[in-house]
Structure formats: structure tokens, C-alpha cells
């Protein structure tokens, strides 16, 4: 950071510097050549501090900071998509149900990514009230033909 500010400052003080020069320039004979030596001047002012800089420690500061930030980005994106592809079985599962007149009082899907980026379901909860007891077969069949696998079912009040 430093050393942008060096920077900067070196071109803020070489452009005041060019334009007081640029203004006491002599007559039309001298001109072009006292120009031509603003105009290195300018250059170099401008070159000397980019070249001089310390820019090891910059990127090497900057590169840290990727490698520090970059694992946690992967496990935050991982974790909201396991977040919203649960939240949407989870109403997949409720319309499949209440398709078939059931109404499910909690329903919870636990899924899984793997090495390879696929998504597994691991575990389907379904609590039905106690009036849905005569549904409790129906429920588990919806559930398992739509996803493919064997659901837990539980009546409300159930450990």
C-alpha cells in the first residue's frame, strides 16, 4: 500500500513540477527543447518510483488473502446449496403429498454433496398430525415412488 502511495505522490508533485516548467519556458527558440526535457523529466518522475517499488511484498500480501478467503467461499457456497436444494425437496415432498390429500404437518429432507459434486438424500422426515394416521402407508409410498427412498414417518406426538 505503501508503495501506491509513493507513487501517487510522485506523479502529483511531477505534474506541478512539469506545469510550473511548462510555464517559464522562454522564448520560441528554447521551446522545443526545454518541452522535450519536461517531458523526460515526466517520465522518468513516473518510471523511477514503478520501478523502485517494493512489489513483491504487494502481491505476495494480495495472493494471501485469496488463498485465505478462497476455502471459505467453496464451504459457504456449499453450505447454501445444500441449504436451498433441501428447502426445495422439502416443498416437492409437500405437493407430492398433498397432491394425494395428505397434509403433512413438518416434512424435512437431509441431503449430502459428494466428492463429485452430486447431490445425495440421505434421510426424509415426514411428521404427520394424528388425524393422518389412516395415510400413514399412502405417505410413505407418495414419498418413496417420487424420490426412491424409504422415508421416515411419524406421527405428531411420537418420540
Do not use: Y
Not at 518522475?45 to 478467503?69: C, H, Y
Not at 413438518?106 to 445425495?120: A, E, F, L
Not at 389412516?134 to 410413505?140: I, R, V, Y
Request: contains cysteine; proline residues 4%.
Amino acid at each position: 500500500m505503501e508503495t501506491i502511495r509513493s507513487i501517487g505522490a510522485s506523479v502529483c508533485i511531477t505534474m506541478i513540477v512539469t506545469g510550473i516548467f511548462s510555464i517559464l519556458i522562454p522564448g520560441k527558440a528554447m521551446e522545443k527543447t526545454v518541452q522535450m526535457a519536461v517531458g523526460l523529466f515526466f517520465l522518468a518522475s513516473i518510471v523511477l518510483p514503478i520501478a523502485n517499488g517494493d512489489w513483491k511484498g504487494f502481491m505476495s500480501v494480495q495472493s494471501t488473502r485469496e488463498e485465505v478467503s478462497l476455502p471459505d467461499l467453496e464451504q459457504t457456497v456449499e453450505q447454501n446449496m445444500i441449504e436451498l436444494t433441501q428447502e426445495q425437496l422439502c416443498d416437492q415432498a409437500k405437493a407430492l403429498l398433498g397432491a394425494e390429500g395428505i397434509t403433512a404437518k413438518q416434512v424435512s429432507v437431509t441431503v449430502h454433496i459428494d466428492g463429485d459434486n452430486s447431490i445425495t438424500i440421505t434421510e426424509i422426515l415426514i411428521v404427520l398430525p394424528k388425524e393422518e394416521v389412516l395415510n400413514f402407508p399412502l405417505a410413505g409410498q407418495v414419498i418413496k415412488d417420487g424420490f426412491q427412498i424409504e422415508p421416515k414417518i411419524m406421527l405428531e406426538g411420537d418420540g
